[in-house]
C-alpha cells in the first residue's frame, strides 16, 4: 500500500517536522502543498493524508483547493487527517470532518498534536506549546502512520 502526505506548514515548520520523521522511518512519500505539484501521479497511491498546522481554526485553505481541483484522483482513495496546533482543546477534527464531507469525502484517521504557536498574542507570553511537536508527538505521529 503506498501512502503520500500532502502538507502545509507555514508557522514554525512543526507539521513539517513530523512529515520528516515519518519520511526518515518508512516508504512514505510526502509533497508540500507550496511546491510544484504538476508532476505527482496520484493515481499511484492507496492512501492520501493531508496534514496541517491549524490556521484560523482549519486547514491551510490550499489543502483543500488541492482537494478540488484534484477530484477525480481523490475519491476513491482512504483518506486521513493529521494537524498539529497550538490550543489542544478545540474540536478541529469536527471542523475538518465537515470540509471533507462536503467534498464527498470521508477521513478514514485524524491525528493532532500540539505546536509551537507565537500567532498574534501568544507571542507576547513566549508563545504557546513550545517544545512541540516533541519526541512523543513524532512516536506518536509514526505510530499513526504505520497503523493506517
Ligand atoms: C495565522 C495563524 C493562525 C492560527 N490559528 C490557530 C487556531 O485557530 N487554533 C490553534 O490551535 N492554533 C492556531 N495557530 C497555531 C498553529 O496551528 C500551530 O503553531 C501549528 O503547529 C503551526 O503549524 P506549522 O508550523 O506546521 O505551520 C495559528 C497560527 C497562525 C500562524
Not at 526518515?24 to 493524508?49: G, M, P, R, S
Request: glycine share 6%; net charge negative; aromatic share 12%.
Amino acid at each position: 500500500m503506498k501512502t503520500l502526505i500532502i502538507y502545509c506548514s507555514i508557522h514554525h515548520n512543526n507539521t513539517e517536522k513530523i512529515v520528516n520523521y515519518i519520511l526518515e522511518k518508512t516508504d512514505v512519500e510526502a509533497i508540500n502543498i507550496l511546491d510544484n505539484k504538476d508532476n505527482i501521479a496520484l493515481f499511484e497511491y492507496d492512501n492520501l493524508v493531508f496534514a496541517s498546522g491549524i490556521y484560523y481554526g482549519n486547514m491551510d485553505s490550499r489543502i483543500y483547493k488541492f482537494i478540488e481541483e484534484n477530484k477525480e484522483h481523490v475519491s476513491g482513495k482512504k483518506i486521513f487527517t493529521m494537524i498539529t496546533s497550538g490550543l489542544m482543546s478545540v474540536k478541529y477534527e469536527d471542523t475538518i470532518n465537515k470540509e471533507l464531507d462536503v467534498r464527498d469525502l470521508v477521513s478514514s484517521g485524524f491525528y493532532q498534536c500540539r505546536g509551537y504557536d507565537t500567532y498574534g498574542p501568544w507571542k507576547l507570553i513566549g508563545g504557546l506549546s513550545k517544545g512541540h511537536p516533541n519526541e512523543d508527538d513524532m512516536e506518536n505521529a509514526l505510530n499513526f502512520i504505520k497503523n493506517i
